[in-house]
């Protein structure tokens, strides 16, 4: 029984800020990384950050500096901090976690980035 659920995901001005929730109900799941991705229309979708279990980040350059990637100290809960929204950013973005070559994915929610 593994599953993901995002949240906080919404219609914001350019510029504005978001930050978008991933409950992990994981289970036995050694999870070894935990990313966000984002899927724009017309667009396949891409890597935006990813979290490793010891810390370390990466991001998509389009992203670097304006999103931070980070996670609670239960482990059960991943954010996404989105500042300096652009139109670009426009997607539905979803979580993920990865254990090996296995991973499981959330539903996804929605972001809209429009005056």
């Known amino acids: 029984q593994v599953q993901l659920a995002e949240s906080g995901g919404g219609l914001v001005q350019p510029g504005g800020s978001l930050r978008l929730s991933c409950t992990a109900s994981?289970?036995?799941?050694?999870?070894?990384?935990m990313a966000w991705h984002r899927q724009a229309p017309g667009k396949e979708r891409e890597l935006v950050a990813s979290?490793?279990?010891?810390?370390?980040?990466n991001y998509a350059d389009s992203v670097q500096g304006r999103f931070t990637i980070s996670r609670d100290r239960s482990g059960k809960n991943l954010f996404l901090q989105m500042n300096s929204l652009r139109l670009e950013d426009t997607a539905v973005y979803y979580c993920s976690a990865h254990s090996g070559a296995v991973v499981r994915w959330g539903q996804g929610t929605q972001v809209t980035v429009s005056s």
């Open positions: 979290l490793t279990a010891g810390g370390s980040t």
């Open positions: 994981l289970g036995f799941f050694p999870t070894t990384v």
